[in-house]
């Protein structure tokens, strides 16, 4: 399932390629007929993401909600100011289309292939939804009140104190282990199994131990280092974890995610994997857990 970044990222392109511009909107899979019909003909006013949920306002107010869930995906095209634009989501089904540098002139969207639930188009390009497990128009209540339920998102909130303070709040009040409040959207929007695994790790933090027995100083870290992992992940459109010192191998981009059995990259003990609410867990029993190994 895409991370925070992703979306941050669907975001931004949102921006550039649609703002301020007047989309027509359909549903050429009939699934979202309704929906569309309430924003076809609408200037674009502006993209948001939250979490792994985009929100993207139309000028009479209405929003468009759409999570990706783990199979959706949005595809683009369209002329030169679309460049660059190509997927963002579930990794494409080999033989889908990219807008390839040999395409000389743009004379219109494609025929839909598969089950487009949403089709938006402008003057210079287009936008194809498939398979999302959220797509829906909410008036601004509606949507103020799901983003009053989310979590705070490290990556909207970082230029402020208000959601290192929520964080701080919602994370220690909980009785739950911490590597399954990190999944909660409720408790912070955006981070995902990688995200999630990798904190932890980078922060030696056993992911067993509830919110509560977490100090203040160790969920500021927390936060304080998800804000610094998901920046970077917008800048690069990529997960990358370790610091180059650490890496064995250049395509150790991770400390513990799906190392499971391999020696860890710090202190060569076997990184442990196991199922926790339904997910893999990852992490080093070695750097993270003081039940084996109390401190110096
Ligand atoms: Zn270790």
Redesign the pocket.
């Given at each position: 399932m895409p991370e925070g970044h992703t979306i941050h990222r669907l975001a931004r392109q949102f921006n550039d390629v649609f703002g301020n511009a007047r989309l027509t909107a359909s549903s050429p899979q009939g699934r979202f007929a309704d929906g569309a019909a309430r924003i076809d003909g609408q200037i674009l006013t502006g993209a948001q993401a939250h979490g792994k949920q985009l929100f993207a306002a139309f000028e009479s107010g209405v929003i468009l909600r759409v999570h990706l869930g783990l199979y959706g995906a949005w595809d683009f095209g369209g002329d030169e100011t679309f460049r660059g634009a190509s997927s963002i989501g579930a990794p494409r089904r080999v033989g889908e289309r990219e807008l390839g540098s040999e395409e000389v002139s743009y004379t219109g969207p494609p025929e839909p292939i598969g089950a487009v639930r949403l089709r938006l188009v402008s003057a210079h390009g287009w936008a194809d939804l498939r398979g999302p497990s959220a797509c829906e128009v909410l008036t601004p209540t509606e949507a103020a009140a799901i983003r009053a339920k989310l979590g705070p998102d490290p990556l909207n909130a970082a230029r402020s104190d208000d959601g290192a303070v929520e964080f701080l709040q919602r994370i220690r009040s909980s009785a739950r282990p911490v590597a399954v409040l990190l999944m909660d959207q409720n408790i912070v929007a955006g981070i995902g199994n990688v995200y999630r695994a990798e904190l932890l790790f980078r922060n030696r933090i056993d992911p067993m131990l509830s919110g509560k027995q977490l100090s203040v100083e160790q969920v500021s870290m927390l936060w304080a280092d998800a804000v610094v992992l998901l920046e970077e992940g917008v800048a690069k459109g990529r997960i990358i974890t370790t610091e180059l010192a650490n890496r064995d191998r250049p395509d150790d981009v991770h400390y513990v995610y799906r190392r499971t059995g391999l020696a860890?990259l710090?202190?060569g003990?076997a990184v442990f994997g196991k199922e926790l609410a339904g997910r893999n867990l990852f992490y080093?029993p070695?750097?993270q857990c003081q039940v084996r190994h109390l401190p110096d």
């Open positions: 860890c710090i202190c003990e080093c070695g750097c």
